[in-house]
């Protein structure tokens, strides 16, 4: 099992218009084994300000590849955010292919938004990943307006 979490904490000693403004940012995760090599993880990221309004240098965003797919990148922004990611990875043991080894099938449920002052409703994802040694290859659906996004890539990481 695996625990981690990090808090960061600032204060503006100068802003924009004398604003004074502290921000915080809260980034927490757990993933563990399930079911034979099956994973689970789950992430939260919060950033909360308090005080006057951070200028637009200082805000959050989501939308894109990394947060919610089926939203243009950077759609959503402010100095309030909260987003949740959980993933279930299904390693196909069975076919190993040389040097990439095996393929792994990740279900993937992102949930947030950000805001100016507040967080208005929540927008979410729903994904299908595969991904085998560096080549990913995704599809999203937003369930509500049943938005969907075929991506694919490299990545190094999840």
């Given at each position: 099992?695996?625990?981690?979490?990090?808090?960061?904490?600032e204060s503006a000693l100068d802003a924009?218009?004398?604003a004074r403004f502290t921000q915080s940012t809260l980034t927490a995760g757990v993933g563990f084994p399930t079911f034979r090599s099956h994973t689970f993880s789950f992430e939260a990221h919060a950033v909360r300000t308090f005080g006057d309004r951070a200028p637009p240098q200082r805000f959050a965003y989501m939308g894109g590849s990394g947060t919610l797919p089926t939203f243009d990148i950077l759609e959503f922004g402010g100095d309030q955010l909260l987003f949740f990611e959980s993933r279930y990875s299904i390693p196909i043991e069975r076919i190993r292919i040389p040097i990439a080894g095996s393929p792994v099938v990740m279900l993937r449920h992102m949930i947030g938004m950000a805001g100016v002052d507040s967080l208005s409703r929540f927008e979410q994802n729903l994904a299908v990943r595969v991904r085998v040694g560096l080549i990913r290859v995704e599809w999203?659906?937003?369930?509500?307006?049943?938005?969907?996004?075929?991506?694919?890539?490299?990545?190094?990481?999840?």
């Open positions: 099992m695996t625990l981690s979490t990090t808090l960061l904490t924009p218009d004398d999203a659906i937003e369930p509500v307006a049943r938005d969907t996004k075929l991506s694919a890539g490299l990545s190094l990481v999840r």
